[in-house]
């Protein structure tokens, strides 16, 4: 009984140390990636051009030790001499190493006549960091950079911080107007008896299956003779409208699940649906109206598709925004990576801040019995 005891333990501890091991792993992987954008987006345009993100921390590679001015009278089309042996332009933009171990690199084009003299070795942290690519990035004005040869690059900016605005205006009430009215439609559902009550649950439970693209054709058409396309009352009619369905059956699995005997002695003590509702029910349902608050902020925060349809151009979000970048400034790395922690701070805030309740709030009323 013994030995069957301490087999069972050790598997047990080392299934333990597997499955820790894959989370751990996949934390990583998930981590690394995000960490070298978040670098940089603080660094310099010309640093990010020239070397890669990891750079800022400690590690071997080569440093600049001093450098070298070509006599510009010198054919650089033609083999010459430099620090005792003869190169050519193509080998030294590629790199000559010299027998002592330095390192002869070309700066620029042809026409620079410089050359930089590298040793290699350990370096230390690179902290030349920079609140600038937010700004520019927040910015709808003109952005002027150097890249990594040191040419200025000028760009129009993309007012990210307009459109962080805009989406402030869309994800709020677009959180809190189908919160309100599903936890009506929830209560009515679970504790209030009416004619159809569970045809008209069904139906909404059927909706939450119901893929939206097929609707945002005819809604989009009804908008447009209504002249509310590009506005925001369009995009919160159409977010209330897609959301309902899983508000109202997440919130009707928890609110049918609150103990009994507390409605009925308000009953008893003459309490109306409506004081019930708001005295008992709503502080009652707070796990599960802050998991679904956090499930729909970041829905319609990160959403692109129903924003595009609805709003385009006229009030642009940020996904939108960033969208727009991405096809005008690919290459421009630290407006992208800006422009992408730009559009995380809120919804970041958001899951952080009500994060306690999510799970609770999720499971509420999923297992019965």
């Given at each position: 009984?013994?030995?069957?005891?301490?087999?069972?333990?050790?598997?047990?501890?080392?299934?333990?140390?597997?499955?820790?091991?894959?989370?751990?792993?996949?934390?990583?992987v998930?981590?690394?990636?995000?960490?070298?954008?978040?670098?940089?987006?603080?660094?310099e345009?010309?640093?990010?051009y020239?070397?890669?993100?990891?750079?800022?921390?400690?590690?071997?590679?080569?440093?600049v030790?001093?450098?070298?001015?070509?006599?510009?009278?010198?054919?650089?089309?033609?083999?010459?001499?430099?620090?005792?042996?003869?190169?050519?332009?193509?080998?030294?933009?590629?790199?000559?190493?010299?027998?002592?171990?330095?390192?002869?690199?070309?700066v620029?084009?042809?026409?620079?006549h410089?050359?930089?003299?590298?040793?290699?070795?350990?370096?230390?942290?690179?902290?030349?960091?920079?609140?600038?690519?937010?700004?520019?990035?927040?910015?709808?004005?003109?952005?002027?950079?150097?890249?990594?040869?040191?040419?200025q690059?000028?760009?129009?900016?993309?007012?990210?911080?307009?459109?962080?605005?805009?989406?402030?205006?869309?994800?709020?009430?677009?959180?809190?107007?189908?919160?309100?009215?599903?936890a009506?439609?929830?209560?009515?559902?679970?504790?209030?008896?009416?004619?159809?009550?569970?045809?008209?649950?069904?139906?909404?439970?059927?909706?939450?299956?119901?893929?939206?693209?097929?609707?945002?054709?005819?809604?989009?058409?009804?908008?447009?003779?209504?002249?509310?396309?590009?506005?925001?009352?369009?995009?919160?009619?159409?977010?209330?409208?897609?959301?309902?369905?899983?508000?109202?059956?997440?919130?009707?699995?928890?609110?049918?699940?609150?103990?009994?005997?507390?409605?009925?002695?308000?009953?008893?003590?003459?309490?109306?649906?409506?004081?019930?509702?708001?005295?008992?029910?709503?502080?009652?349902?707070?796990p599960?109206?802050?998991?679904?608050?956090?499930?729909?902020?970041?829905?319609?925060?990160?959403?692109?598709?129903?924003?595009?349809?609805?709003?385009?151009?006229?009030?642009?979000?940020?996904?939108?925004?960033?969208?727009?970048?991405?096809?005008?400034?690919g290459?421009?790395?630290?407006?992208?990576?800006?422009?992408?922690?730009?559009?995380?701070i809120?919804?970041?805030t958001?899951?952080?801040?009500?994060?306690?309740?999510?799970?609770?709030?999720?499971?509420?009323?999923?297992?019965?019995?």
């Amino acid at each position: 009984m013994t030995t069957k005891t301490a087999s069972m333990k050790k598997r047990k501890s080392s299934s333990g140390f597997w499955v820790n091991f894959v989370l751990i792993l996949i934390c990583v992987v998930w981590l690394v990636p995000t960490v070298g954008v978040l670098v940089t987006s603080f660094r310099e345009p010309q640093d990010i051009y020239g070397s890669g993100w990891w750079t800022v921390f400690p590690h071997k590679g080569w440093t600049v030790a001093n450098e070298i001015n070509i006599d510009p009278s010198i054919d650089v089309d033609q083999p010459f001499q430099i620090e005792g042996i003869t190169s050519t332009f193509t080998e030294l933009r590629q790199g000559v190493k010299l027998n002592d171990g330095r390192l002869l690199q070309w700066v620029g084009n042809k026409r620079t006549h410089l050359v930089d003299v590298k040793t290699y070795g350990w370096i230390g942290f690179d902290l030349k960091l920079t609140l600038k690519n937010y700004k520019d990035t927040m910015s709808g004005g003109t952005v002027t950079y150097l890249d990594a040869s040191g040419n200025q690059i000028q760009r129009q900016g993309n007012d990210l911080g307009g459109a962080f605005l805009n989406s402030i205006a869309v994800a709020v009430p677009s959180t809190i107007i189908p919160i309100l009215i599903a936890a009506f439609a929830a209560y009515g559902f679970a504790w209030m008896n009416f004619p159809g009550r569970k045809v008209l649950f069904t139906i909404v439970v059927g909706l939450i299956v119901v893929p939206l693209q097929i609707a945002l054709v005819p809604i989009l058409q009804d908008y447009t003779a209504l002249n509310l396309n590009g506005t925001y009352l369009a995009m919160w009619l159409a977010h209330t409208g897609f959301g309902l369905p899983l508000a109202v059956y997440l919130l009707y699995n928890y609110i049918g699940e609150l103990p009994r005997d507390i409605l009925e002695s308000a009953f008893i003590d003459g309490a109306s649906h409506f004081t019930i509702f708001t005295k008992l029910i709503l502080p009652l349902s707070v796990p599960a109206l802050a998991s679904f608050a956090i499930f729909q902020f970041l829905w319609v925060w990160n959403d692109y598709l129903v924003a595009l349809i609805f709003l385009g151009d006229r009030n642009r979000v940020v996904t939108v925004a960033l969208a727009a970048m991405v096809g005008e400034k690919g290459q421009d790395w630290h407006l992208l990576t800006s422009g992408a922690f730009i559009s995380m701070i809120l919804p970041l805030t958001v899951f952080f801040a009500l994060q306690r309740y999510f799970v609770r709030g999720l499971m509420a009323g999923s297992v019965k019995g």
